[in-house]
């Protein structure tokens, strides 16, 4: 993450995180944090990453999330040139 973004809140922010042990603490707790469209907001990037990744062209994943070009855009240009963080996640889920 760049430094620009680093500080004790985000450090505390992701501690926290690291501290849900099961899917129903995540629900739980993302609920009380994040409003409903943010949750929406989020959980489209990853699933239009793991769709890129997975090769799909654009016009396929917008008809099936509805997200827009520019969303996928930025999420393609994170696969391409962020910090690897799709990747790992996706890496370990495929492990599992």
Not at 3 to 23: S, T
Not at 59 to 65: G, K, L, N, P, R
Not at 82 to 92: A, D, K, Q, T, V
């Amino acid at each position: 993450m760049s430094d620009k973004l680093k500080d004790k809140n985000l450090d505390f922010m992701f501690e926290a995180v690291l501290q849900l042990q099961n899917m129903d603490e995540c629900y739980d707790f993302f609920e009380d944090l994040c409003t409903v469209t943010e949750l929406k907001a989020m959980s489209q990037r990853i699933v239009v990453a793991k769709m890129l990744r997975d090769k799909k062209v654009y016009s396929d994943i917008v008809a099936e999330t509805g997200a827009s070009t520019a969303t996928i855009s930025r999420v393609n240009r994170s696969l391409q040139y962020g910090s690897n963080g799709y990747e790992r996640i996706f890496e370990r889920l495929d492990n599992e």
